[in-house]
């Protein structure tokens, strides 16, 4: 049976502002918000009483990069017992806070944060809630191995020779899922991923609508993370867009946490592939997300998301090998020193062999544009009013950008 954490720490949360008659608020280790408690007593419900640093972390679930190195200084990460930081302004923290380390086995997984109130809670108080963090710590660790089977079990439908290595991964996902495994599911492909290391990923609860997420190999040496997003219906698509707007959102802004907020201006973009109600058809699905990734990152008309059903002639050039794009007869025109014949060649052909069309999109006269494609010609040895040539030529300069 799937385990499903948030009730469990909803009501933990709560036991602690209950406990010390003060709002709470847990985050993992990341400062990814899991759950928090506004205890109702007067003024703590007052929107003055909050700072921008704990409003941004309930609304938009997660602190900046800046926000926690700022409260790291502090020796969060290093700390047994609470730790009381005191109002800085100017950092945007206008209240003093009480961080509560939550630790299991000695590894820190995350930190419950309290807002300061006179008289505030004793030391006996605090000492309970610590204990509160105990099983709030080892939560945390179920629910992380829960999170890294799920990865497993997902990587290996993917990644699966069809037969009966297939059909296994995905009796174990489905059994792993269990009623999260019903229903429509999208399957979305975030690429390049700067890390194969189950750490460096975000957690599928902190992604909307993930039920699974996991690093897949990208090409030789790259990595690209695999979403399975769970859908309403096949025509409701929002979720899996929404999920791949917020990875990469994180990525360019580096903001996030752990690889989401690494290797900010590296070009990255996601895929989506057509929405599935069998686990088994998931493969087909990942083939999908991933050449529609491709495509995004060739052509950035079609991204930064891309959906199989968009991407057009990629549908069949990113099911062709590697190097198609290297024909005897297009090569030469590929070098760099032709690359500005090689796109208004890709132009001509865009634009359905029409001239005026050609030049106006390219800001050039049309004497210059014929000039550009007789050069095309001698360089490739083509004949532009050959429908088969233009074909090749077409097909080649597509596949190169791949």
Same mark, same amino acid.
């Given at each position: 049976?799937? *385990? ?12 602690? &502002? ?38 941004? &972390? ?8 800046? /926000? ?18 005191? #109002?800085?302004?100017?950092?945007? /923290?206008?209240?003093?806070?009480? +961080? ?20 505030? #809670? ?5 000492? =309970? ?15 992380? !191995?829960? $999170? ?16 009966? !290595? ?5 009796? *174990? ?33 902190? /992604? ?5 997420? +996991? ?23 929002? #979720? ?8 990469? $959102?994180? &990525?360019? =802004?580096?903001? $996030? ?14 895929? /989506? ?9 998931? #493969? *087909? ?8 990734? @491709? ?13 199989? &059903? ?40 865009? +634009?359905?062999? !029409?001239?005026?069309?050609?030049? *106006? ?13 007789? @050069?095309?010609? !001698?360089?490739? %040895?083509?004949?532009?009013?050959? %429908? ?15």
């Amino acid at each position: 049976m799937a *385990a499903d954490y948030k009730g469990d720490f909803q009501e933990l949360v709560d036991e602690i &502002s209950e406990l010390l008659g003060v709002p709470a608020t847990l985050e993992n280790r990341d400062f990814e918000l899991i759950a928090f408690g506004a205890y109702d007593s007067e003024g703590d419900l007052d929107p003055s009483a909050l700072d921008p640093v704990r409003t941004r &972390s309930i609304l938009t679930r997660r602190s900046t990069t800046a /926000v926690r190195t700022w409260f790291e200084g502090f020796g969060i990460t290093r700390a047994t017992g609470p730790v009381r930081i005191p #109002p800085t302004p100017e950092a945007g /923290v206008y209240r003093g806070r009480i +961080c509560l380390p939550v630790r299991h086995r000695g590894v820190v997984l995350g930190y419950v944060w309290l807002l300061e109130s006179e008289p505030g #809670p004793t030391d006996a108080q605090l000492t =309970a809630a610590m204990e509160v963090t105990v099983r709030i710590g080892a939560l945390l660790a179920d629910e992380a !191995q829960h $999170g890294a089977d799920l990865s497993r079990e997902l990587r290996a439908v993917l990644t699966a020779e069809r037969g009966w !290595q297939g059909d296994m991964a995905v009796a *174990a996902l489905r059994t792993a899922l269990g009623p999260r495994g019903d229903g429509p599911h999208a399957v979305v492909c975030v690429a390049p991923w700067p890390s194969a290391d189950p750490d460096d990923a975000p957690s599928a609860r902190t /992604v909307p609508h993930t039920t699974a997420l +996991c690093t897949v190999p990208w090409g030789t040496s790259a990595q690209s993370l695999a979403l399975l997003v769970r859908l309403r219906s096949p025509e409701a698509r929002t #979720p899996a867009l929404t999920a791949a707007q917020r990875l990469l $959102g994180e &990525s360019e =802004a580096g903001a $996030g946490a752990g690889a989401a907020g690494a290797g900010a201006g590296v070009a990255r973009a996601a895929g /989506v592939g057509e929405p599935r109600t069998d686990l088994a058809d998931l #493969p *087909a699905a990942w083939q999908e997300a991933s050449a529609s990734a @491709r495509a995004a990152l060739a052509e950035p008309a079609l991204g930064p998301i891309a959906h199989w &059903s968009a991407i057009g002639p990629y549908r069949l050039l990113t099911a062709l090998p590697a190097d198609t794009a290297h024909d005897p007869a297009v090569r030469p025109l590929l070098s760099p020193a032709h690359r500005d014949l090689a796109r208004t060649a890709e132009t001509y052909l865009d +634009c359905a062999g !029409q001239a005026g069309r050609t030049a *106006a999109a390219l800001g050039i006269h049309r004497q210059t544009l014929y000039y550009r494609l007789s @050069r095309v010609e !001698q360089l490739t %040895g083509l004949d532009l009013d050959d %429908g088969e040539d233009r074909l090749l030529l077409h097909m080649a300069l597509k596949g190169a950008r791949l």
